[in-house]
């Protein structure tokens, strides 16, 4: 692959080598970043024995952020729907 970066991204104690695109990488390193603090978080707050269990934790916090940002979203849009079908009706109710 051309243009490619190989680079070395820690998570919960491990390292992982990856092969990405050089754009991604500012991402990637912030989304570790925020996993372990994340894990540090649960490990401090919680009596976790098992990395594995900290790191279901993880997935499911990310996991429940991006639904309820897409419950969010979809709700946003049907607002500003029928706000453009109100105005809409206005606009043709004047002319």
């Known amino acids: 692959m051309a ?4 680079i070395k991204i820690s998570i919960a104690d491990r ?3 990856l092969t990405i695109m050089p754009e991604q990488e500012e991402g990637l390193r912030k989304a570790a970043k925020t996993i372990d603090q994340l894990i540090k ?3 401090k707050s919680y009596a976790v024995r098992d990395k594995q269990d900290v790191l279901a934790m993880c997935a499911l916090q990310f996991a429940s952020q991006m639904e309820q940002k897409s419950i969010d979203k979809e709700e946003t849009n049907e607002q500003t729907k029928e706000r453009l079908m109100k105005l809409n009706e206005l606009l043709t109710n004047h002319l």
């Open 41 to 43: 978080q649960f490990e």
């Open 15 to 17: 390292v992982y080598p």
């Open 3 to 6: 243009n490619t970066l190989k």
